[in-house]
């Protein structure tokens, strides 16, 4: 009935150790040399679904309570927090934070090759603009984040 948040954040300290923090279904993931290595799970009803082996992943994003979270800011109750920790960052490696309004639209390939193979300005913009247009006008807020570690030159 209220409008709630949800958030992923992360950090990266100059020793290239990344700390994350995420509740809702906002997401963070890890990709490395063009391939996701990890990502947040969601704190909603169809993930505790996938979770128990009810659903696909596929079949959650279709599913008609997709947008029912178990956890999110703003609510009487905490909500649910994961945290996380990459040790070592390194060149090769990149960290998108986004909403449900991005990543609902796109596979972990299609991210993946996408930040490998344009700037994080570049595949924001083209990242943006696809779920836009994959939403047909019914889509969600569109919120993204793309960090790409380069080789010091």
């Given amino acids: 009935q209220e409008p709630h948040s949800t958030i992923a954040a992360f950090l990266i300290d100059p020793d290239g150790e990344s700390h994350w923090v995420h509740a809702g279904d906002s997401r963070i993931y890890h990709f490395r040399n063009g391939r996701m290595v990890f990502r947040t799970m969601d704190h909603s009803y169809v993930q505790t679904l996938v979770n128990q082996g009810e659903l696909s992943e596929q079949e959650a994003l279709d599913h008609p ?10 609510t009487e109750n905490d909500p649910p927090v994961d945290l996380h920790v990459v040790p070592q960052l390194t060149p090769g490696e990149a960290l998108m934070a986004c909403s449900d309004g991005v990543w609902h639209y796109f596979t972990p390939e299609e991210l993946a090759s996408t930040i ?15 779920a836009r247009t994959r939403a047909k006008g019914a889509g969600d807020n569109l919120s993204i984040v793309i960090v790409k570690l380069e080789p010091l030159s």
């Fill in 65 to 74: 309570h997709a947008n029912i979270l178990m956890g999110c800011l703003g």
């Fill in 116 to 130: 490998a193979m344009l700037s994080p300005r570049e595949a924001c913009e083209f990242l943006i603009q696809k």
